[in-house]
């Protein structure tokens, strides 16, 4: 123990020593002077050799460090390279397994990081000028340091705590032998283990002093730094803004000028002194235009239509412009829906005071990848989730809240033209997102043959009932009629995927409008719902596709797009567009706006060919009178981000009522102890639904196949007596294919729906036969069955 010691290993510091290295078995092992300096063992003949001839290298970070005996020890990484090595002493050799473990964790470490800088640096924005590249470099360079020395601490105190146990149990050792022969030994090794011990309290502490230097030394630097960034990018995020704004106007000068007919260039009415006529562009109507997304041209632009379009009279008759224009005098001066034969409103009676509050979301933690990392590519309905997921709404509330703004129906019903029409019934579509933005929560799933109805007829002028009538598929079927002379009738299936990063939902089945008066008779579909950052981040929703609103009996047609979330776009974002055509496919109304906040119409005076876009494609100019608000969103109630931000509708949907049917979603109990915040005892209740919904489903299944051939027997009796059947009814089992509807249908007759082929739009959906309000008049609910 009288020979000079080596320095102790720093982390991080060039380590060097003599090795005996195994080279064959002739020869056996030799001496070798070895060097440990970033992550790369090398080793040479003699000393002289560092400066011209390496021998061999090994990389640590992909190499494995075992040791054999008292001396010896292996470096390995995966057969390529193999060093059996020796150590002139225990010590030594402790020596070199502590450098080499401190020097295999910091390359993995630097490994991982340049790994995660090269994914990250395509992403990262360029730095404005060299000052700021320098500082950004020194910056990250510094925090390297600083990362790596913490991952030396944590090191060091894991060998801190492994040799100080070994320490501890030969003090322990020592106290309990006698004198003799073998106190020697023990000495000796208690000696050793406590060398190994002072070893890597030292490196520990070299460590410590040298991240606390280091963090002394940068700490205010940093924070300068950090707060010159703040600022710089708060001025860049604003002259990024004025620019893009600048941009726009420019960008609209251009065509302005260049798209518009002759007329446009008449002196008299181009001239700066002229007087701007009623339906010229201003700046307030910059967000009533359209034009063409950087990444997604738009299929078409407006421009403020010819001044004499206001100036002219004639007749307002049909309420269907020409191509030259008519007098607009319905949209200058008159509501779109104006009759003067529509009643006035009379208060018969006093309606109902509905709740404004419900209680406030508890905040309850759940670890989301836990129960999400085992349904990654599953549908939706047959995941097991719990209510934390959920919000206190069933899917059929949430179809019936697509008649919050129904005033757009009402509106629609007395419009004297088809096309003004198709504007409403348009906007009407738009609307049923709106209650979305914000909505992260899951409704739950329907039990078959739960109902919902919202009965407002004393206050809106309107009921609706909605039912399901199948679980696999899960389909609802939703009926609502009004007196204000409308129909609303839909059928929803719900198909779902879960892709890791976000959520699918895409609703199959159609819509369709009806009108009294007319007899005009619409149908549309609705577009896809994505939920983004479901693992990491926030949850936030976004709507993207298109939609055809179709009248049958006109062939009138409103082509909406909504338009996908981009950060890289220049639009408002949950951008939607459409046009209003008629049969022969001329354009007669522009509609723009969002889906979140409100939509605006134009009438459309002309239209032409304009320049080609960003993909060749030439796009159509409309001359457009200045746009008006067709719809706009109601504000949220108070406190809604505390209530599952629901609207002041959505807060009155599961508001208990009297003399509803039993098998109204306001009875499920589930549904009902989440609201009041029993989330526990909610997911038991939850629970018991499922398992009683999969056991009536078995027995009916039963029974079909009981009246069916004895053949048709024996190969349903199989099916059914199969433990995968039985489980695949909405649960996350790897059984999907066996829920097919088409291999195993529901075998369920609705109660108050029936299922027929639609003579005029050609679909087959659930349309409602009638009985529910006579039933609920009388209060006879006996065909009615125990669900609950």
Known sequence: MSEPKPPTPTPGDTYKGWLFKWTNYIKGYQRRWFVLSNGLLSYYRTQAEMGHTCRGTINLAT?????EDSCNFVISNGGAQTYHLKASSEVERQRWITALELAKAKAVRMQAESDDSGDDCPAAPPSSGHGGGCRNLEIQSTLRTLGSKVEDLNT??????????????????????????????????????????????????????????????????????????????????????????????LERAFR???????????PTLGSKGGVPGKGDASDEDDDNEFFD????????????????????????????SSETGMDDQSFDELSLASNPESPQPLELEPVRQRRTRIPDKPNYYLNLWSIMKNCIGKELSKIPMPVNFNEPLSMLQRLSEDLEYYELLDKAAKCQSSLEQMCYVAAFTVSSYSTTVHRTGKPFNPLLGETFELDRLRDCGYRSLCEQVSHHPPAAAHHAVSEKGWTLRQEITLASKFRGKYLSIMPLGSIQCLFDKSNNHYSWKKVTTTVHNIIVGKLWIDQSGEIDVVNHKTGDRCHLKFAPYSYFSRDVPRKVTGVVTDKDGKAHYVLSGTWDEKMEFSRVMQSSKGENGTEGKQR??????????????????????????FSSLALTLNEPEEGVAPTDSRRRPDQRLMEDGRWDEANAEKQRL???????????????????????AVTEDSINDSPLKTDAVETGTEANEVSDESTHPDNYQAMWFEKLDDPVSGETLHVYKGGYWEAKDQGSWDACSDIF
């Open 63 to 67: 190499a494995n460090i075992a040791v």
């Open 156 to 249: 060091c105190n894991d060998l801190i705590v492994k040799h100080g146990s070994a320490l501890q149990r030969s003090l322990s050792e020592l106290e309990g032998i006698r004198v003799g022969a073998d106190m020697g030994e023990k000495m000796r090794q208690v000696t050793e283990r406590a060398t190994l011990f002072r070893i890597t309290s030292n490196a520990m502490i070299n460590a410590c002093r040298d991240f606390l230097s280091l963090a002394q030394n940068h700490g205010k630097r940093w924070q300068k730094a950090l707060q010159v960034e703040r600022d710089q990018r708060i001025r860049l995020e604003e002259t990024l803004e004025q620019l893009a704004k600048q941009h726009n106007h």
């Open 256 to 266: 302005g000028a260049t798209v518009l007919p002759s007329s446009f260039s008449n």
């Open 293 to 320: 997304a950087m990444e997604d041209p738009a299929e078409f632009i407006t421009v403020p239509a010819d001044p004499k379009y206001h100036r002219r009279s004639g007749s307002n008759n049909s309420g269907i």
């Open 620 to 645: 159509t100019v409309y001359q457009t009178l200045k746009a008006k608000e067709i719809w706009r969103k109601n504000p949220l109630p108070e406190g809604a981000e505390n209530m599952y931000f």
């Open 690 to 712: 499922e398992e009683k919904q999969r056991t009536v489903r078995r027995e009916r299944e039963r029974e079909a196949v009981k009246a069916s051939s004895p053949e048709e």
